[in-house]
């Protein structure tokens, strides 16, 4: 994710995941912390830190059943059940600041 690789504080995961992207970022998450924390710990993003962890994390994402299992993770944690109410909320409440 964009923003994430550098200390500006990332961008909402939401939009790849509606669109079946797979989730890479940085370490850089201050925006969305709860979210990319939620996801990283429940397998629902790949999280990089230099150039040869995002290379790898693509060559991870070849494997079909890999990206289609790290994406429905991320789905389950973005767009299903009473947290989705809370996520929105979230990024709603970014917008204002």
Do not use: C
């Not at 550098?6 to 939009?15: A, K, N, V, Y």
């Not at 797979?22 to 990283?40: A, E, V």
């Not at 150039?51 to 767009?79: G, V, Y």
């Amino acid at each position: 994710m964009a923003g994430s690789l550098l200390p500006i504080g990332g961008h909402t995961p939401f939009e790849p995941a509606f669109y079946s992207s797979t989730i890479i970022h940085g370490r850089h998450f201050s925006n969305f912390h709860d979210i990319y924390t939620q996801l990283d710990n429940n397998h629902g993003a790949i999280k990089v830190i230099d150039p040869l962890q995002i290379s790898n994390a693509w060559e991870k994402l070849r494997n079909k059943e890999f990206r289609k299992k790290t994406l429905s993770n991320a789905h389950k944690i973005l767009f299903a059940g009473s947290q989705k109410e809370d996520l929105i909320a979230t990024i709603l409440r970014k917008f204002e600041a």
